[in-house]
């Protein structure tokens, strides 16, 4: 009698992605979890809309930073790019502050390494500049502790007006930003060469045409943008700024909306009555239009990763060094 012969067990859906999970039972588990866990949930306007509807904030940078230091609960989870976890433990070093993916980072901040910073620091210095470096928050933790002062697009024209008249002004990382606060303060500054990969992509020429096809639109434009975005804009302003401007409209109107296409959900929340149309972007290397409106970095946030931080607790933003330093210059440029 022949001995059988045992065929290996072959798995039919080995490498086979799970199907996704249902979104309202993540939801369920999230809102459990977060009792279980004793977490608060803050979510920027920019990732997708299912998180920010879960959230227990949502907001901008500078309306985040603040609520971060009103949290009682032992645990923060950050649903948005990596500087702004880094902000909120350094605001709560006693808390635990965990963020649904680590490598959600931001192309401004990447384009301004601290080690290069404070090279062209020294060499300023050296020439004898007498100069205040102002950074926007969408920077490193190392970059801020180098820095005087840090703004966000809802408090940067009041910082700006803090700087002493006498000083230069070095501007870092987003030179669309700081050319538009030269614009509007009439301070001149040294402008770091940096820019957001989203808002460089607006499409003129798909903006001029939704501006054909909806001739009674209103354009609403984040500073980030270019130039040549800002001067088709009627309205220029953060997040926030947008939000209020929608809201004390009432009669429908329609907007084209240059900034992340993620910021249509709160603007519809905050103002339903209206119509809401994303500009679209380009790609640069074949010159046709895109998705690129949205923040790959952003987009890294799911509610199945928000599920799974807070039910292992990992990953997590921990303490460095450097965070001190950052730490003096954010609470004097966003809490005093």
């Given amino acids: 009698m022949s001995a059988s012969l045992e065929l290996p067990v072959v798995d039919a859906f080995a490498g086979v992605p799970a199907p996704p999970e249902d979104p309202l039972a993540l939801m369920d588990e999230i809102d459990r979890l977060k009792v279980e866990k004793d977490a608060t949930i803050l979510a920027h306007y920019y990732v997708d809309g299912e998180i920010q509807d879960i959230a227990d904030v949502s907001g901008d940078s ?5 609520a971060a230091t009103k949290v009682t ?6 649903a948005g790019v990596h500087f702004m976890g880094e902000s909120a433990k350094i605001l709560n070093p006693e ?12 192309s401004l901040a990447d384009s301004c390494p601290a080690p290069a910073l404070k090279a062209f620091q020294d060499n300023l210095r050296a020439e004898g500049r007498q100069f205040e470096t102002v950074a926007y928050i969408n920077t490193t933790a190392a970059v801020k502790a180098l820095c005087d002062w840090i703004v966000t697009s809802g408090n940067a024209r009041e910082i700006i007006e803090r700087v002493p008249a006498d000083k230069e002004i070095l501007f870092v990382p987003d030179q669309h930003l700081g050319r538009y606060l030269m614009e509007v303060t009439g301070r001149p500054m040294i402008l770091w060469p940096g820019s957001c990969m989203v808002h460089e992509v607006f499409s003129i020429q798909d903006l001029l045409r939704a501006k054909r ?13 270019p130039r040549n975005v800002l001067e088709h804009a009627d309205v220029i302003g ?4 947008m939000k209020k401007h929608v809201s004390a409209i009432a009669e429908p109107t329609t907007f084209l909306v240059a900034t992340e296409a993620n910021m249509i959900h709160p603007l519809h929340k905050a103002a339903p009555q209206h119509t809401f149309i994303p500009v679209p972007g380009i790609m640069t290397s074949t010159g046709e239009t895109c998705a690129c409106n949205r923040c790959p970095h952003m987009a890294r946030n799911t509610l199945q990763k928000v599920r799974d931080c807070l039910r292992d607790g990992r990953p997590e933003i921990t303490w460095q060094p450097y965070f001190d330093d950052a730490r003096d210059v954010l609470i004097r440029s966003l809490l005093q």
């Fill in 238 to 241: 953060g997040t926030e700024k």
């Fill in 95 to 106: 808390k635990r502050v965990l963020m649904p993916d680590l490598l959600a980072g931001c």
């Fill in 62 to 66: 500078l309306q985040l930073a603040r």
């Fill in 213 to 225: 096809n909806n001739p009674k639109a209103v354009v609403i434009a984040h500073p980030e943008c």
């Fill in 73 to 78: 609960s032992g645990t923060i989870v950050f």
